[in-house]
DNA sequence: TTGCAAATTTTGTGATCACAAATTACCACT
DNA sequence: AGTGGTAATTTGTGATCACAAAATTTGCAA
């Protein structure tokens, strides 16, 4: 008898690096960090030149994206960053309850001490750029802080739709915050490392909600009165 | 003054026929109706040949696709319909019983006697679908029935969630009916129509509750056994 | 018949080009 | 200076090509 595979499904050899793996990280992260501007205009051509590449490898990106509303393509075909509206804020706000407890909950289990170390790293450096006003960095760090949680659930469905929420909202709180600064911003981030030590799974998933609600609740709505 | 624009945004002036937009809606419904089997290759050119276009739009239609795991991109660049796991099977069922209910709830206030007249006309389509054996057409008006219903919601955010769980789980399912037949299949349209009729949210809330776990419960579970 | 290696074909990736539609720039005219 | 129309530019779309990697087939030898 062969030694072949035990599977019949999933060899997968070597990851290759495209070209269009880099460009999706590369607008992913400018996505999540808000470099990108609600309402602004996002051209293949620009966007090929300012990343090195053809405009090929960037017009798979973008249908990418734009299947996860990420980016909206236009009827006349042209394509930009949504805008935010009081609906489409408040079904984020309401989805984010519904998906990201419960990512919390089932990534509990097999969350280590190790994780909740590392947690307490990435949110010390979250105070850290919230003291300089930093707020492209308080993104990234508050980003790596929740999904450092939810990775953990080795999730394959509820997590590429967290995924795609987080695209959503990420440019348009960036502009709440270059309005109203960083500086009110209040999390807890505390309280979830303490229920990850404690395996608490009611404190987890509190701790996540209000979370959530401490940085779109109030804040949040209050950018959608003007533009 | 002028008669211009009220808004400051989306004129959007007309829609435009894109090649893309056809092959689109073609895989999109071949997925939802179960046309392709999981496990199965599916190559640019094959399909490029077959909807009669070039690779061109296949190219960021797959993209698209891929995007909301409807379906998979292995590390060697091949393209497949992604195999159903149980894990993967179970996370689905979380997530649509999580969201679809929500999206029900959001339906009610805007759904008229008009929608549950045609809500009860898809019914009967089902029945006849489901007394002939004709798995595919159940399928497709299945998913109408559900939509429809979403659909009126007017969400813009738990609606394409929603769409990317059924892309997900639709082939796998017509698998399931191939097995087992569709005989069995029960389900809570009638009682929803009802609640509908009767502006009743907890009963909707139940019946489209109720109407998953009928149609992923039992019958679901049994056909990952094997393959 | 079986195992293995070379050759052929298939396939995704990235680049370039042509084209049409939409946007922007420009300039004459009032 | 404001306005209207035309020209120039920009932009997305679709097609084709070259290339490399992977899968498949073929052919030869044990």
Redesign the pocket.
């Known amino acids: 008898m062969a030694v072949s595979p035990s599977r019949l499904d999933t060899?997968e050899?070597?990851p290759?690096n495209?070209?269009?793996?880099?460009v999706d990280e590369a607008i992913r992260t400018a996505l999540l960090t808000g470099r990108f501007i609600p309402g602004k205009?996002?051209?293949?051509?620009?966007l090929?030149l300012e990343l090195g590449?053809?405009?090929?490898?960037v017009?798979?990106v973008?249908?990418r994206l734009a299947a996860e509303n990420a980016l909206e393509?236009?009827q006349?075909?042209?394509?930009q960053v949504p805008q935010m509206t009081p609906q489409r804020f408040d079904e984020i706000l309401k989805a984010r309850l519904l998906l990201e407890p419960e990512l919390a909950d089932m990534a509990l289990p097999l969350l280590t001490k190790a994780d909740a170390n590392a947690l307490e790293e990435i949110d010390s450096k979250i105070d850290a750029s919230l003291g300089t006003g930093d707020a492209e960095s308080y993104m990234r760090y508050n980003r790596d802080f929740h999904f450092r949680i939810y990775r953990s659930s080795r999730s394959e469905i509820l997590l590429p739709l967290a995924d795609s929420l987080w695209l959503q909202f990420a440019p348009y709180m960036r502009t709440v915050y270059g309005r109203v600064g960083t500086v009110n911003l209040v999390d807890q981030h505390k309280e979830a490392v303490r229920a990850i030590r404690n395996h608490d799974a009611t404190a987890l998933r509190l701790a996540i909600s209000k979370d959530i609600e401490d940085g779109m609740g109030i804040l949040g709505r209050a950018g959608l009165l003007d533009q």
Do not use: D, F, Y
């Open positions: 060899p050899p070597k290759r495209t070209a269009r793996q880099q205009a996002v051209t293949l051509r620009g090929a590449v053809s405009p090929m490898p017009r798979e973008i249908q393509i236009r006349n075909g042209r394509v």
